[in-house]
């Protein structure tokens, strides 16, 4: 993946929050806390870990009926502008356990998800093209 620099504009700073539910999760975690820090700082992101901080939340993972009503509740929580990035065939559809009596059928049931990012699970660059996905569609 090519980098550039992205112009997130100047009334916020993007900050993201990982909620990492499930073995999706680790790519997130290798994506903005791994090796590559000067990728992210590139594309204008910088990894917060609190929800009143974050303007981007990305979902990974399997999401249970049970952790549905604190993933909204950490939504919530974040100010206003704020984007969801869905990552892996769990968050986005339930994955294999979508005919689990007790899965979420993709967090886009409850939450307005701006990046669907493919795989199970997606390569850590798989996120970062994501992030990009989103700067081209708030831009």
């Given at each position: 993946m090519t980098v550039s620099t992205l112009d997130w504009g100047t009334t916020y700073?993007?900050?993201?929050?990982?909620?990492?539910?499930?073995c999706c999760g680790v790519e997130?975690?290798?994506a903005l806390e791994g090796h590559r820090p000067e990728q992210l700082a590139a594309l204008g992101v910088d990894p917060v870990h609190a929800a009143g901080e974050a303007h981007v939340l990305v979902v990974s993972g399997t999401v249970t009926d049970?952790?549905?009503p604190v993933v909204i509740a950490?939504?919530?929580?974040?100010?206003?502008?704020?984007?969801?990035?869905s990552v892996g065939a769990c968050s986005n559809t339930g994955g294999p356990?979508?005919?689990?009596?007790?899965?979420?059928?993709g967090i886009d049931q409850a939450l307005p998800v701006h990046?669907?990012?493919?795989g199970c699970p997606p390569r850590p660059e798989a996120l970062l093209d994501g992030l990009a996905a989103l700067h081209r569609m708030v831009s």
């Open positions: 700073r993007v900050t993201v929050l990982d909620l990492g539910l499930a997130v975690m290798a049970v952790m549905l950490t939504y919530q929580e974040m100010p206003e502008p704020r984007y969801v990035i356990y979508w005919d689990s009596y007790s899965v979420t059928k990046v669907a990012v493919p």
